[in-house]
């Protein structure tokens, strides 16, 4: 069978064309099969490949798709916004290297990477687990505003926040905030400030699961506000 894939952005100027053609001897085909295809034909190309992702019918296609002559293939390179964000929600464990990376910078001279992990015992009472949700969308949110209020106090910091929900066994990490900037006073003090912005205004919730019961728990540090002004410098 014939197919034609169609090609974007630094993708036509490595293959040199804007729709790839390519026979193939079956009849229909998986994604998987067709990217090797695509690399053992371009392997100039092959480094790319495994970056980009396939779209059938304009709509994406994983590789256990299988794909005919009849249709519209697309190949696509990470969108323009496709690098990882600052602020993330996540199921997953929680890579505190990948959230530190984020916030490398070759002018700054200091970074700090705080890591809140779950406690088994607290005043006496043993921990089994942690369970957290959170309303996502304003999660992610109210976590960019931390970030720029970062940046607005102590110009020229970065961080980034990432944040777990789910099940969070003891010594997991539940909440892991990167900082960097050019000196280490602003570094220590954004860091801080970051976790208790967060646990005043970011609507994620946590449930403690104790071995004869559990809770769910609000705010623990007086009454809550979130209306209420960020602390000064």
Avoid at 97 to 118: D, E, M, R, Y
Avoid at 133 to 147: N, R, S
């Amino acid at each position: 069978m014939n197919i034609h894939i169609q090609l974007f952005a630094g993708l036509v100027e490595i293959f040199g064309t804007s729709v790839l053609h390519m026979q193939i001897e079956q009849e229909a085909v998986s994604i998987e099969e067709l990217r090797k295809l695509i690399a053992i034909e371009y392997p100039t190309a092959a480094s790319q490949l495994k970056t980009c992702f396939f779209a059938k019918n304009q709509e994406y296609a994983g590789d256990e798709v299988i794909v005919t002559a009849v249709d519209e293939l697309a190949l696509i390179p990470p969108v323009s916004g496709g690098q990882p964000s600052l602020y993330e929600i996540t199921h997953e464990t929680i890579d505190a290297q990948q959230v530190a990376a984020k916030v490398n910078h070759p002018n700054h001279g200091a970074s700090l990477v705080f890591i809140g992990t779950t406690r088994e015992m607290t005043y006496g009472q043993r921990t089994v687990l942690l369970e957290y949700e959170a309303y996502v969308p304003m999660a992610i949110k109210t976590m960019e505003a931390i970030g720029q209020e970062i940046a607005d106090r102590w110009p020229g910091t970065l961080s980034a926040i990432t944040h777990r929900l789910g099940k969070v066994a003891i010594a997991e990490a539940s909440v892991v905030i990167a900082v960097s900037s050019p000196h280490r006073a602003d570094c220590y003090d954004a860091s801080r400030y970051a976790i208790e912005r967060l646990k005043q205004i970011v609507p994620i919730w946590k449930k403690e699961i104790w071995e004869d019961g559990s809770e769910w728990k609000g705010s623990q540090t007086g009454p809550w506000n979130p209306l209420q002004a960020p602390p000064l410098e």
